[in-house]
C-alpha cells in the first residue's frame, strides 16, 4: 500500500526486483524498465499531484500537529495494518515472527488503546514489515517490469499483484453505504501522514539529475532488501549495505535527462 508520496520519495527513503525460481535472478537489483516512456508520463502527473496538492497538505499536518499526535496516528495506522504482515510472515514460513506478529498486535489493540501507543515494542515485540510481493519473491516469482501506478507511484508487476491480494486485509476495501464515508476519510488520513513522513527527503529527489531514475533505482533497491530480510549476497558489486543502512544515501550511477 503506497502513497502518492512515495512517487517521489519512497524509493529513497524505504520504503524487489526482476527475479525467478534461480537465486542469481531473484537477486538482480538490476533495472527492468521497458515501459519507460508511459512510466515517464505517470511520474510526472503524480510528480504534479503531490507537489500541488499531497505536499502541501502534509506540510500543514506537520506543523499543525505535535509529534507526540502525529506518532499516535501512524502507530494506530501501522497496527490497523499489522495483519497483512501477519499473514505474509506465515506464508513465508516464518512462523515464530509470525506467532510473535500475531502477539504484537494483541498486545498494541488492547493495552496500547487500539494502536495509538506501543507497549509492544517496550516488550521486545518489534515491528516487522511483510507484504505479498515479498511473499511471491520467497516462492520465487518474478518481478516483472517496474510500473509507475497512477496515483499510487511506484511498483512492479509482482508487487502490484501483492497489494491486490493484501486489500482485503486492511480496512479501506468492501466499500458499503454506511462506511464508505468513515473509510475514505481515514484513508486520506493515511496517506497524509505517511507523506508527511517523508518530507525530509524532498530536496535528494528534487536535486536528483533525473528524479524519474533516482526514485526507481531506490525503489528496486529497498524491495530487494526487504524482500531478502537485509541478507544481501557480499559478491554481488552492485550491492552496499550502508546504502541499504540509509537509503537516503542511494544515488544511482547513471541517469538520464528527465526531458528524455
Request: hydrophobic share 40%.
Amino acid at each position: 500500500m503506497t502513497t502518492l508520496g512515495r512517487i517521489l520519495v519512497a524509493g529513497s527513503l524505504a520504503l524487489a526486483v526482476s527475479g525467478c525460481a534461480s537465486q542469481s535472478a531473484a537477486t538482480s537489483a538490476e533495472a527492468y524498465d521497458p515501459l519507460q516512456p508511459v512510466n515517464r508520463v505517470f511520474y510526472r502527473v503524480n510528480d504534479l499531484g503531490d507537489r500541488y496538492i499531497l505536499r502541501p497538505v502534509a506540510v500543514g499536518y506537520s506543523r499543525a500537529l505535535p509529534a507526540q499526535v502525529r506518532t499516535g496516528v501512524r502507530n494506530f495506522f501501522s497496527n490497523l495494518l499489522y495483519p497483512v504482515t501477519i499473514a505474509n510472515a506465515f506464508l513465508q514460513g516464518k512462523f515464530q515472527q509470525s506467532g510473535r506478529d500475531g502477539a504484537r498486535f494483541l498486545l498494541n489493540s488492547t493495552v496500547g488503546l487500539g494502536g495509538l501507543f506501543d507497549p509492544a515494542s517496550r516488550v521486545g515485540l518489534t515491528e516487522n514489515d511483510e507484504d505479498f510481493g515479498q511473499t511471491l519473491a520467497v516462492w520465487g516469482v518474478g518481478d516483472g517490469p517496474y510500473l509507475v501506478i497512477p496515483i499510487f507511484g511506484p511498483s512492479t508487476v509482482r508487487n502490484a499483484v501483492g497489494d491486490i491480494v493484501d486489500a482485503p486485509l486492511t480496512p479501506f476495501l468492501n466499500f458499503t453505504d454506511g462506511d464508505l464515508g468513515w473509510r475514505l476519510g481515514a484513508w486520506a488520513i493515511y496517506q497524509v501522514d505517511g507523506r508527511s513522513g517523508l518530507l525530509d527527503a524532498d530536496d535528494q529527489v528534487f536535486e536528483a539529475y533525473d528524479p524519474y531514475i533516482f526514485v526507481r533505482d531506490a525503489y528496486l533497491q529497498n524491495r530487494l532488501y526487504r524482500s531478502l530480510d537485509g541478507n544481501v549476497p557480499e559478491d554481488d558489486s552492485y550491492l552496499d549495505d550502508s546504502e541499504f543502512d540509509d537509503p537516503e544515501d542511494y544515488a544511482p550511477e547513471t541517469a538520464e535527462p528527465a526531458g528524455e
